[in-house]
């Protein structure tokens, strides 16, 4: 009875080790930094030529847009600071002027981040708080 | 006047559902069986109230009652009555009285259904039911009001995000719902069965039937969640390990693990704190999603409001930790089995190693979700942790789970013999041979070594699982046919009705090996984003796409502009597809028009051939184009379709289904 338990704890232990060592194997091969524009420029030398995920609103009237190349450039600020985005590829739909936004791309180390993606966060079903930036009362 | 009401019920929801719990507590302490009684009343009292809350919400809804804020939010003039209803759950405030409403439905059906029996317990899953319910109502009375009112008037409102206006609206969330907060239900069935010590074989019967319906609609609300993604968002895939995503597919690994553990307790009465901690991890697993998702604490595409619901449901979550692995460890005891395992090669092992696997997965994609929050923890930098991790740890786990799809059920209790397994294990390895062989030779082009040996196992698991289902069914129908002269059909018929659960989980197992074919096509996935002028022609692999031209449609709401591709098929004509960016116009003055992409789909069972207009240009109408071969992504649909059907057949109830403990 005692070796068929010691079998089995070893049995199950591998299991458990198995899974354990996938994932922490993995794991560093998948992962980004993720910062926020203020935190990116605070900290500069340790982004440069780092992928990393940028975090952001977009700058109102930055956005240029070039549809025979399908290239964007804009701007992302956070706590006034700001980086200059340029992009080539799909834009989501919710991409927009002042836009919430996540860049993942490659930082240059000045001020540019070459992206990848970039992700606008779907305004979707749990909006943000009522904004008054525009007069309700008139409708 | 509506909204007056609804919150006069809510409050008076809060009441009745504290009554609930007192009497049920001090009815069972003390004996008195009519303040069980009275407590269970207060249940369904509780129900009506909150049936009734969500009905005043809806006449707040439908009559355009836009002072009300979250009206105002969800709703304007012009949308589509279905869409009025939908915002019911389009919101955070609605969808948390949702939620309770639920709860209420499946807390009123659950005191109901045990009214005569188990009365022991039924006190106190009354008051763990209306615990959950009354931490729901508070979260609706001091965070997340839907009935607040503006203190202005307004006559039309922001309607529901455009991209939300879908069907799937309808149908998504509700399923995810009630998957969701079905778990409540086991939950509060082990909590009491804990603690009134009443730990026998019963509370795992009613545990089990409640996580199966649970599990039923989690798998339902995954499969249109998967299937809303691709047919409307336009990225070309179907899932993306986003955390929203993670949190409703973790309660349905656990949820799985201990459907299939369960058996071993009802069989051989063994495992039993393994399926308590299961019951009571697929509950909690569902409040860290809710947790994770609604606090902001990580960023997902579905964008929620940074609010403080979050902390409210931190400090929950914080006590149900406490209180059901306290309970779990003070009855340790009461919870020991009184059987061991015999041998490695076994049924009860494959169920065993199938339990870990699945544990273990939804330990590691909550890993990989947490990751970002623990690493900001622990080194003050946040790490994201992408879709890559999620896949490389998900392949071989997902296989080895369809390993033991096809080793558990022909593998036999207890013990077997090297000559047994040699018998089982013969047919469906000489199919497996051949399909290995020929996946080996035929497909060879996708990628690297890595990927062709996944799709090359995955394959031949494929064909393993479902040879071995097969033969489980022959053998029922032959033996059948012998013994009471049946012909094939009446055969297959009774065998199915002889053991609901037996074989109709086999009908579950074969969605899942649909599922997993549907999942290896995706290696095979070919995408190109094109660039066409109008009147341009372009091969892609074996089609040929023909760009005529951007034809403008507009409507009061909405202006649609559509690409006309014609598409040939290895040179035959093959279809008109209709690629579309919609401009959505605002109801808020002076808002820009919120685009959205329309995609075109032309499915076949081999592959869909997809279309994404990302961009045009308005001058010279050139375009940009996505267009993505997907292999066998109709198989995921299939195969979510025979899992509702297998599911449908052990749920369904009558004298061999649920209450029947026999697997054999």
Known sequence: ??????????????????????????????????????????????????????????????????????????????????????????????????????????????KHVIASSVLAKCASRYEEKLQPSYDIRKN | MPETLGNIFIHAAFVVATYAIVMSVLGARTNQYHLVRSGRNAVWATGILVLSAVIALEVCLLKGRFHVEYVHQYTNLTMPIFYKIAALWGGQNGSLLFWLFILMVYSSCAVFQTRHRNVELQPYVVAVLMTIALFFITLLIFSANPFQTMPFDVRDGRGLNPLLQNYYMLIHPPSLYLGYVGMSVPFAFGIAAMIANRLDNKWIIEVRIWTLIAWFFLSIGNLLGASWAYEVLGWGGYWAWDPVENAAFIPWLTATAFLHSAIIQEKRNMLKTWNMALVILSFLMTMVGTFLTRSGIVSSVHSFAQSDVGQYFFVFLGI???????????RLPSLRSTNVLDSLVSRESAFLFNNLVFVGAAFAILWGTLFPVLSEWVRGTKITVGPPYFNSVM??????????????????????????????????????????????IFLRKSGDFLTTMYVNISISLCVFVFVTIVMEYWEGIAMRARIFKEDFMTALIRLIASNRRRYGGYVVHIGIVLLFLGFTGNAFKVEKELKLKPQETTQFENYLIHYDSLVPTSNAHKTVISAH????????????????????????????????????????????????????????????????????????????????????????????????????
Do not use: H
């Not at chain 1, 700058?59 to 190349?69: E, F, H, L, R, T």
């Not at chain 2, 149900?320 to 003070?330: N, T």
């Not at chain 2, 992409?597 to 240009?617: G, N, Q, W």
């Open chain 1, 1 to 110: 009875m005692k070796l068929k338990q010691t079998k089995w704890i070893i049995g199950l232990t591998f299991i458990v080790i198995g899974v354990f060592i996938t994932v922490m194997s993995t794991l560093p091969k998948a992962t980004q930094y993720y910062v926020t524009v203020d935190e990116l420029m605070r900290d500069k030398d340790k982004y440069t030529n780092e992928d990393l995920k940028v975090a952001g609103k977009v700058v109102s009237d930055s956005i240029v847009k070039n549809d025979q190349a399908m290239t964007w450039t804009f701007q992302v600020e956070n706590n006034n600071s700001t980086v200059d985005v340029f992009y080539k590829g799909a834009m989501p739909d919710t991409f927009k002027e002042t836009a919430d936004v996540v860049v993942t791309g490659r930082f240059d180390g000045q």
């Open chain 2, 565 to 664: 591709l014609a598409v040939w098929k290895n040179d035959k004509p093959y279809a008109l597809m209709k690629p579309a960016r919609v401009l959505y116009n605002s109801s808020v003055p002076g808002e820009d028009a919120q685009p959205s992409t329309e995609i075109a789909i032309k499915r076949s069972i081999v592959e869909d051939l997809y279309f994404a207009l990302l961009t045009f240009d308005p001058e010279n109408q050139t375009i940009f184009v996505k267009a993505v071969i997907n292999p066998l992504v109709q198989f995921i649909w299939i195969g979510g379709l025979f899992l509702i059907l297998g599911s449908v057949v052990v749920m369904w109830p009558g004298a061999n289904g649920l209450r029947r403990t026999t697997y054999a």
């Open chain 2, 320 to 330: 149900c930790i406490l209180v059901s692995f306290g309970l779990l460890i003070l």
């Open chain 2, 395 to 440: 392949i071989p786990i997902g296989l080895v789970l369809l390993f033991l799809t096809g080793f558990g059920p022909i593998v036999g209790w207890r013990k077997s013999t090297l000559d047994q397994l040699k018998k089982s294990f013969l047919v469906p390895i000489l199919f497996v041979i051949p399909t290995s062989v020929l996946a080996l």
